[in-house]
C-alpha cells in the first residue's frame, strides 16, 4: 500500500528537513521511497512544496493531483494553493500563521491567513490548524516550525511511521546539538493533534 | 564468491550453444541482482532420439556479486556516486541549477584520490577534463544546459578529435523551466554536436547509466553526453549503491603525444567527420540493444506511446491510474476492446537513435503518441524512421499539436494526452486540471466554497541580502537621471521586481557588462549601468570589461561582491580563496584585475552603509570612461546575523515607507501596524536609513 504525502510553504521555512525526516524513517523500516524537492531560484521565498511517496507502486517522484493521502502546509495559503493535489478525504495538518509576501505588503492588498482557514474548514473533512508560534514561543525557538507541524501530522495516524520512528530519524540526521529542541518540538506537535 | 549448481532441462534438442549461454545468464541474473563476473562449467547430455531432450548440467558456477549498500539519494548524488563507482579521475564543472550537486557530492566523498573543482566556466571545465580523458584518466564535467552553450566551442571539436579516457559531458535540462533561461534540449545538441547521449528516466537508472556511459566513451575514443532533467536531477530515491571497494580502479596511461590524433586541422577534421559517421550507426546498434531502450506492452495493440526521460515515468502512471479507474490492463495481453490496450516504447540513448528498436515497436501499430519534454525529439526521430522505412503510420506529438509544446509534462497532461489519443474523453473530462491556472478542487466536495484570492508569492531577494542595499544606492543615486540598468545571471536579476525596479536587462552569463556598452552608443544622453555578481564575473564578466576600455565606452560596473556563487547553493569561487579539494588558496582580487584591465576609477564601498553608497554612485557616475564600484558585503548565507531590528510602535508613523522603497520579506504590516517579523530579520539595517523619523531600532550599526 502506497503513501503520498505533500508538503508545502514558503521558501526558507524548513520543508525541506521535514521531507527527509519523513523519507529517512519510511526507509528505515525498509519501505522504497521517492521525493522530489523544489530547488533553486523559488527558494527565495517563493512557493516550495515536496513530494513524498512511499511504498511500491509509485512511479513519478511528483504526486499526481487527488492522490495525497495527508498534505503538511506551512502556511495557509499556500494550503490552499496545493489542495488539488489532496485525495477526498485526506488528512491537512496547516500552521496558522500566515507568511505576508512583499507583493501584498507593496499591494496594500489584505491577505489574512483567516480567509484561507475558513475555506480549509469548508472543504476539508480532516482538518488540523497548529498555532505553532505558541509551542515556538514556549520552546525559545522561531526555526522548529518544521518539526512541529510534522509531530502533528504523525499524530493523525495516515502516515504510517510512528513518532518513535521519527525520533530515530531525527537523531541520526539532525545536528546532536538541536536534537533536544526537536524532540520537544515533535512532541509538542504530537499533542497538540491528539487534543 | 559465491557458488551455486543449477541443472536445466530443456525440451528441444535443437538448441544452439549461445541461446543455451544466454538462458544461463538470464537465470544467474534473475537469482542475483548484481555480479560482476560469471564462471560457468557445463555439460550436455543427450538422451535418446525419441525423448527429444537435452539435459544440460552445469559443473560449477562462480558469480561474483557486488557488495552493496542502500542510500536515500538524490538523483545527482546517484549520478554522483555512479561516477565514482566507474572509478572517475578528474572531475570539473561550474555550478548551475539542476546540475549542482553532482560535483559537490563527488567531493563530499571524496578520499583525495580523485580531482575535483569548480572551474572558472564551463569552457573551462570541459577543456581541463578533455586533456585528463586524453592522458587516459576517466573525466566528467557538469554543467546546465545554458553552460553547454558556453563549453560547445570547445566540444564541437573534442567530437571530432576524440578522447582516450572515459569522459561524460553531464548536462541538466531544466523543463518548465524552473530555473532557467531556456528550455533548449541536450537530446538535440548532441545530435548537432555528433555524440552519444545518454537520458535516465529515474534516479535508479541514472545510477547505473553513467557507469555505461563512461564505458561506452572509452570503447568508441568519444566523449559521451549524459542528460539528465530537474525531475531526475532532484527527485530523491532509496537506491542499492556499491560498497566502495567495488569501485573501478582506471589506472591513468598518461598523454602520448600524437599530433595526427591531439592536434585538429582541416584534414584531420575531414577524416575523422567520416570515421564518426561510419561509427554512430554501429553506436546505435549497441546501445539500441542496452536495456535503457525497451518496450512493454501487448503484441496486439495498434496504438503506442514512445517516451523517454521523466516522462516514461508519468506515462507508467497515467496508465496506472487508467488501468484502474477503467478496470483494464492497458499494458497486459488481453483486450477489452480496440483501445484497451498499448505498447510502450522508452528511449533511454536518443543519440544515435535506436532505429531497430524503434522499427519492431512500430510493428502492428496504427498510431503512436509521443511523451516528452522540451523538443520533440523522439518525434522527429520516429517520423524519420517511418518515412525511411515507409511505414504507413500516424505519429503524433508536439509536431501536430497534440502534446503542449512547452513547459513541463506531468501525470495529470500525460494522462489527458493518453485519453484524447484514445477517444476517453469521458474519463478525461472528468477530472481534466488546467496546469497553470488556479482551478477549483473538483475532488474534495465536502461544501460548496469560493477559493479566496491567493496571495502572489514570486522569489525575493532575502531579508538582509547586500544586493537589496546595492540595488537601492544605485536607484537613490539615479533619482531623476537617464540611466539603464543592465541585469545578469544570479540572485540579483531579483533586483528586476518591485519596488527596486532596477534590473532592466538579463540575456545571459556576463551580457549585462557588454550590452551597457551597446545602450551607451546609441543613447549618448543615458548613464549605462551593468550589475555582475562575483562568481559571474570571474565566469564571463572579464573579456567584457577589456571590451569597453579597449572600445572608448562610457559605463558604470557594478560588482555585487557577496562572497559567494549564492544563487546555486554557496560555492567557492576564484575570489573566496577555497578550492573544492579543501585548499585555501590566495583569492584573486577584482580591483587588481580591473586596474590591470585600466580602470583609473575603482571604487569599494560596504551598501549597507547606505549614505557612503549613494555618494559613491553619484560622484563615479559623473566621471568619463569605464568606472567600477565594487559593493562587497557577504550573502547572509555565509555570514553571521547582526542584532534583529524592530518598530518603535510610539514613534512609528505608519507611513510605510520602508515597504515601499525596499520591499523587505520581513517588513510586513499587521493588524494595521508595520511590524519585523524576527525569525526572517538579518539586521542589515537598511530600513533604519530609510525610516523618515528613525523608528527602526536595532540591526547593524554604521560603522
Known amino acids: 500500500m502506497s503513501k503520498s504525502v505533500i508538503l508545502c510553504g514558503v521558501g526558507g521555512q524548513g520543508t525541506v528537513l521535514a521531507s527527509k525526516l519523513i523519507s529517512y524513517a519510511a526507509m528505515a523500516k525498509g519501505e522504497a521511497v521517492r521525493s522530489a524537492e523544489t530547488i533553486g531560484m523559488a527558494q527565495r521565498g517563493g512557493s516550495v512544496t515536496s513530494h513524498i511517496r512511499i511504498g511500491e507502486g509509485a512511479f513519478s517522484p511528483l504526486i499526481p493531483k487527488g492522490k495525497a493521502d495527508v498534505m503538511i502546509a506551512f502556511e495557509p495559503a499556500e494550503a490552499v494553493r496545493n489542495l488539488d493535489y489532496l485525495k477526498e478525504d485526506g488528512v491537512v495538518v496547516v500552521s496558522k500563521k500566515a507568511v505576508k509576501p512583499v507583493t501584498a505588503s507593496l499591494a496594500a492588498k489584505v491577505y489574512e491567513g483567516q480567509d484561507m482557514l475558513d475555506y480549509l474548514e469548508k472543504k476539508v473533512q480532516r482538518l488540523v490548524i497548529v498555532d505553532g508560534q505558541q509551542i515556538m514561543d514556549e520552546l525559545g525557538s522561531s526555526k522548529v516550525l518544521n518539526v512541529i507541524l510534522l509531530g502533528a501530522a504523525i499524530a493523525c495516524n495516515e502516515i504510517d511511521i510512528s513518532v518513535e520512528e521519527i525520533r530515530q530519524a531525527i537523531k541520526e540526521k539532525v545536528p546532536e546539538r538541536f536534537y533536544e529542541l526537536n524532540l520537544r518540538a515533535l512532541d509538542a506537535g504530537c499533542q497538540l493533534a491528539i487534543k | 564468491m559465491v557458488e551455486k549448481s543449477i541443472h536445466i532441462r530443456f525440451k528441444s534438442k535443437r538448441i544452439l550453444l549461445h541461446s543455451v549461454v544466454e538462458f544461463i545468464y538470464g537465470v544467474v541474473i534473475q537469482n542475483a541482482e548484481w555480479y560482476t563476473e560469471i564462471v560457468c562449467d557445463f555439460a550436455f547430455c543427450v538422451y535418446g532420439i525419441e525423448q527429444e531432450s537435452i539435459y544440460l548440467v552445469i559443473h560449477r558456477i562462480e558469480i561474483k556479486v557486488s557488495k552493496m549498500h542502500k542510500e536515500f539519494l538524490m538523483g545527482n548524488e546517484a549520478i554522483a556516486l555512479g561516477a565514482m563507482a566507474a572509478g572517475v579521475n578528474v572531475v570539473s564543472g561550474y555550478p548551475g541549477t539542476p546540475s549542482t550537486e553532482v560535483l559537490e557530492a563527488i567531493a563530499k566523498r571524496n578520499d583525495g584520490s580523485t580531482y575535483v573543482e569548480w572551474s572558472v566556466n564551463e569552457k573551462a571545465g570541459l577543456e581541463v577534463a578533455a586533456a585528463a580523458a586524453y592522458s587516459g584518466a576517466r573525466s566528467i564535467v557538469t554543467m546546465k544546459q545554458v553552460g553547454l552553450n558556453v563549453a560547445s566551442d570547445p566540444l564541437m571539436s573534442l567530437a571530432y578529435v576524440g578522447v582516450k579516457g572515459g569522459m561524460v559531458v553531464m548536462v541538466a535540462d531544466d523543463p518548465g523551466p524552473i530555473s532557467s533561461q531556456t528550455e533548449q534540449d541536450t537530446r538535440t545538441f548532441g545530435q548537432f554536436a555528433k555524440l552519444p547521449v545518454f537520458d535516465p528516466s529515474s534516479a535508479a537508472e541514472a545510477y547505473e547509466m553513467i557507469q555505461t556511459a563512461f564505458e561506452v566513451s572509452e570503447k568508441h575514443h568519444t566523449p559521451v553526453i549524459f542528460r539528465s532533467t530537474t525531475r531526475v536531477c532532484h527527485a530523491y530515491a532509496s537506491l542499492e549503491v556499491k560498497d566502495k571497494e567495488e569501485y573501478y580502479n582506471n589506472e591513468i596511461e598518461g598523454f602520448e603525444k600524437d599530433s595526427s590524433r591531439w592536434v585538429i586541422f582541416p584534414r584531420l577534421s575531414f577524416r575523422r567527420h567520416g570515421e564518426i559517421e561510419e561509427t554512430l550507426p554501429q553506436i546505435a546498434d549497441e546501445l539500441g540493444a542496452l536495456a535503457y531502450n525497451k518496450m512493454e506492452g501487448s503484441k496486439a495493440a495498434t496504438v503506442g506511446i514512445a517516451c523517454g526521460g521523466i516522462s516514461y515515468a508519468y506515462v507508467k502512471e497515467a496508465l496506472a491510474i487508467l488501468n484502474e479507474e477503467l478496470g483494464w490492463n492497458f499494458l497486459g495481453e488481453?483486450?477489452?476492446?480496440?483501445?484497451?490496450?498499448?505498447?510502450?516504447?522508452?528511449?533511454?540513448?536518443?543519440?544515435?537513435?535506436?532505429?531497430?528498436?524503434?522499427?519492431?515497436?512500430?510493428?502492428?501499430?496504427?498510431?503512436?503518441?509521443?511523451?516528452?519534454?522540451?523538443?520533440?525529439?523522439?518525434?522527429?526521430?520516429?517520423?524519420?524512421?517511418?518515412?525511411?522505412?515507409?511505414?504507413?503510420?500516424?505519429?503524433?506529438?508536439?509536431?501536430?499539436?497534440?502534446?503542449?509544446?512547452?513547459?513541463?509534462?506531468?501525470?495529470?497532461?500525460?494522462?489527458?494526452?493518453?485519453?484524447?489519443?484514445?477517444?476517453?474523453?469521458?474519463?478525461?473530462?472528468?477530472?481534466?486540471?488546467?496546469?497553470?491556472?488556479?482551478?477549483?478542487?473538483?475532488?474534495?466536495?465536502?461544501?460548496?466554497?469560493?477559493?479566496?484570492?491567493?496571495?502572489?508569492?514570486?522569489?525575493?531577494?532575502?531579508?538582509?541580502?547586500?544586493?537589496?542595499?546595492?540595488?537601492?544606492?544605485?536607484?537613490?543615486?539615479?533619482?531623476?537621471?537617464?540611466?539603464?540598468?543592465?541585469?545578469?545571471?544570479?540572485?540579483?536579476?531579483?533586483?528586476?521586481?518591485?519596488?527596486?525596479?532596477?534590473?532592466?536587462?538579463?540575456?545571459?552569463?556576463?551580457?549585462?557588462?557588454?550590452?551597457?556598452?551597446?545602450?551607451?552608443?546609441?543613447?549618448?544622453?543615458?548613464t549605462c549601468f551593468a550589475f555582475v555578481g562575483d562568481s559571474t564575473f570571474f565566469a564571463s564578466g572579464m573579456t567584457g570589461v577589456v571590451n569597453a576600455v579597449y572600445n572608448q565606452h562610457d559605463m558604470v560596473l557594478v560588482v555585487l561582491d557577496n562572497s559567494t556563487t549564492a544563487m546555486t547553493g554557496h560555492q567557492p569561487h576564484p575570489g573566496t580563496g577555497k578550492t573544492m579539494m579543501g585548499d585555501i588558496v590566495n583569492k584573486v582580487s577584482i580591483v587588481k584585475i580591473l586596474e590591470a584591465m585600466g580602470l583609473t576609477e575603482v571604487r569599494m564601498v560596504n551598501p549597507l552603509d547606505l549614505e557612503d553608497a549613494i555618494a559613491a554612485v553619484k560622484e563615479v557616475a559623473d566621471k568619463p570612461g569605464v568606472k567600477a564600484i565594487i559593493f562587497k558585503s557577504p550573502c547572509i548565507a555565509v555570514s553571521k546575523p547582526e542584532s534583529q531590528c524592530s518598530v518603535n510602535t510610539d514613534t512609528c508613523i505608519n507611513c510605510k515607507k520602508c515597504i515601499r522603497e525596499l520591499g523587505c520579506p520581513a517588513i510586513t504590516v499587521e493588524d494595521g501596524k508595520v511590524v519585523i517579523e524576527p525569525s526572517l530579520c538579518f539586521g542589515c539595517g537598511i530600513c533604519k536609513s530609510v525610516c523618515p523619523v528613525h523608528a527602526i531600532e536595532g540591526g547593524r550599526s554604521h560603522e
Open chain 2, 334 to 526: 488481453e483486450t477489452a476492446g480496440r483501445y484497451s490496450v498499448c505498447r510502450l516504447l522508452k528511449v533511454g540513448t536518443p543519440h544515435p537513435f535506436p532505429e531497430e528498436q524503434a522499427l519492431s515497436f512500430m510493428d502492428g501499430l496504427e498510431q503512436i503518441l509521443v511523451v516528452e519534454e522540451l523538443d520533440p525529439y523522439i518525434e522527429r526521430m520516429l517520423l524519420q524512421t517511418a518515412g525511411k522505412h515507409q511505414r504507413a503510420i500516424a505519429i503524433h506529438g508536439k509536431m501536430d499539436g497534440s502534446v503542449k509544446t512547452a513547459g513541463e509534462n506531468t501525470v495529470e497532461s500525460v494522462k489527458t494526452n493518453i485519453c484524447e489519443l484514445l477517444h476517453l474523453q469521458s474519463v478525461c473530462d472528468k477530472d481534466r486540471v488546467e496546469s497553470g491556472s488556479q482551478v477549483e478542487s473538483n475532488v474534495l466536495s465536502k461544501e460548496n466554497a469560493t477559493m479566496p484570492e491567493l496571495p502572489v508569492r514570486p522569489p525575493v531577494l532575502c531579508a538582509g541580502c547586500p544586493h537589496r542595499a546595492s540595488f537601492y544606492a544605485v536607484k537613490r543615486a539615479m533619482a531623476g537621471r537617464k540611466a539603464v540598468f543592465c541585469g545578469d545571471i544570479g540572485c540579483y536579476t531579483l533586483g528586476n521586481a518591485m519596488p527596486l525596479d532596477m534590473v532592466d536587462t538579463c540575456l545571459c552569463m556576463g551580457a549585462g557588462i557588454t550590452m551597457a556598452q551597446g545602450f551607451g552608443v546609441v543613447e549618448k544622453d543615458t
